[in-house]
């Protein structure tokens, strides 16, 4: 893994958005149990408040519970805006002071704005890009092989506009693109990416499916717009008390038989089940007020 390590932001399965000049929700955002949340400079901040949003947060940041601090980002403005640099200096700042545990960077196209990133904001910083574009979609590798990157993010919605597409609700026009964040992924040893939001914050059912497409696919996350997305989300990307209980079989099977091959339930245990075991178990662990999630 490149970036600096954090198990709780590598193990999180719901990424809730909150509004930077919305303070009065930012403590009540972490008491949601989100894995991590998402303070946004970027689409929830209009242009003409982006500035005082942006002044004001500091003040915001310290007067949240400390045990909270590491479960917190800052999605700045994308490179190239007029607000970026502004942005990342003063991230630079609250990540030094311990306030905050990393940087999302939205509209991500090219590694060198994640080594740019990376310098302005310190060694400490976990940086997590969102490709939402053709060209970030295009240098997805250099991307995840950047300095301090902990996980991918996908922001589909922004992916549909770029590229203009038009996607029914089961977007199987994004799989190719889905797998391509998964196998980047695998191939940087990040921690497992994260799918993006389900707009419709009311619609449960499409919640629910979005989010065991994302688990199929091999993503370990999602993008929250609204506290009551994070529960479900999290059940959902956890493994299930079948699961559970059948990876603990494994494991004590491996473990009574020295590390060996072993047979269980007709099966053969080998290497990849019983990394899918293990996976299995520390998605079921507990984390703290967070949760955990699937890595690779």
């Known amino acids: 893994m490149s ?21 009065e929700r930012h403590a009540r955002a972490l008491a949601t149990g989100a894995g991590s949340v998402i303070i946004d400079l970027e689409d929830a901040v209009a242009p003409a408040r982006k500035a005082e949003a942006r ?16 479960r917190l980002l800052v999605r700045v403005n994308a490179s190239g805006t007029p607000w ?20 999302v960077l939205p509209k991500a196209e090219h590694a060198d704005e994640l080594h740019r990133l990376a310098a302005t904001v310190g060694p400490k910083a976990l940086l997590l890009p969102l490709i939402e ?8 590798d250099a991307i995840a092989g950047a300095p301090q990157v902990l996980r991918l993010a996908f922001g589909h919605l922004d992916f549909q506009a770029d590229l203009g597409m038009a996607c029914d609700a089961d977007e199987v026009e994004l799989a190719a693109v889905r797998l391509a964040l998964v196998l980047a992924t695998r191939r940087a040893g990040l921690a497992a990416p994260i799918d993006g939001v389900t707009p419709d914050w009311r619609d449960a059912q499409r919640l ?10 091999g993503f370990g996350a ?9 529960a479900p989300v999290q059940a959902a990307l956890g493994p299930s008390a079948d699961e559970v209980a059948w990876a603990h079989r494994v494991t004590e099977a491996v473990r009574a038989a020295g590390g060996g ?8 245990v080998d290497g990849p089940v019983v990394r899918l075991a293990e996976r299995w178990l520390a998605l079921a662990a507990p984390h703290g007020p967070g949760d955990s999630s699937l890595t690779h």
């Open 222 to 230: 999602k993008l929250c717009i609204h506290p009551e997305q994070v």
């Open 84 to 103: 970026h640099g502004d942005d990342c200096a003063r991230a630079a700042g609250w990540i030094a002071d311990g306030l905050i545990a990393g940087i």
């Open 133 to 140: 574009s053709a060209a970030g979609l295009a240098a997805v």
């Open 55 to 70: 002044d004001a947060l500091g003040a915001s940041l310290a007067a949240l519970p400390a045990e909270g601090r590491g």
């Open 3 to 23: 970036g600096p390590a954090n198990p709780a932001l590598a193990l999180a399965r719901a990424f809730l958005f909150v509004p930077a000049d919305r303070p």
């Open 208 to 217: 629910a499916a979005d989010t065991a497409r994302a688990r199929r696919g």
């Open 261 to 268: 091959v072993v047979s269980l339930d007709g099966r053969m």
